[in-house]
């Protein structure tokens, strides 16, 4: 997998290019560290097989904009953003702008490297799990408290803050949390993720086909 690839990295921190750098390089990959957005973009178009790695916030051009120019490029690269915590529900934007997954900082080497095997694979988790009928049926499983959790968890909210919206403990929410991703059949927050992707897409294309503005399936904590 290494030995023809290039994981081109971008962030506008220097002393997280250096460890992240370095920890691919260790797990034998070829890396191009970049500081900015702009400087990985000058060097499309790309040869042989790439990987990108980027932060979702940057100065004045984001993750988010990375992926959107990409595609205005017709340029197709698997793509990794990592995130600090609390920037979930950004996440799902990057998410639906083409990105393959996305991890939240500190970076864990293990799960690092299962995004850049995935992304090459081209196992977006979105594609093993899309089937519109089967998420909508997991979503009717949840209890009203459970989707309230979930509404939290999507708008990138950490547990005591949804705790404090719906006045019950950490702990609660914590429960509910846990509830909600076995009824979903999620392993992890990006298969949640692309669940909430999945239906609010399906939901978004009925709405137009019936002329209805579309909406978000899942309103914001209030």
Known sequence: ??????????????????????????????????????????LLPLSGRNCLV??????HIDGIELLH????????????VITGQGDVATAVLAMKAGAS????KPLKEEALMAAIN?????RRPGR????????AARLRQLTDREHQVLIGVLDGL??????????????????????????????NLTELMWMAITIDATRQRS???RGVPAGHIMPHLR
Do not use: W
């Open 158 to 187: 950490q547990n005591k803050m949804i705790a404090y919206h719906l006045g019950i403990s950490s702990r609660t929410v914590e429960v509910h949390r846990a509830n909600v991703m076995a009824k979903m059949g999620a392993r």
């Open 69 to 80: 120019r990409l595609h205005d490029f017709n340029t197709d690269v698997p793509t990794i």
């Open 1 to 42: 997998m290494a030995n023809d690839l290039t994981i081109h990295l971008v962030d506008d921190e220097e002393s997280l290019r250096r460890s992240v750098t370095f920890l691919l390089v260790s797990a034998g990959f070829a890396v191009r560290a970049h500081s900015c957005a702009k400087a990985f973009l000058e």
């Open 118 to 122: 995935g992304a090459m694979g081209q």
């Open 128 to 135: 093993a799990i899309a089937d519109p009928e089967s998420v």
């Open 207 to 209: 709405e137009i086909e």
């Open 54 to 59: 980027t932060d979702l916030r940057m100065p």
């Open 101 to 104: 997954d996305f991890l939240e």
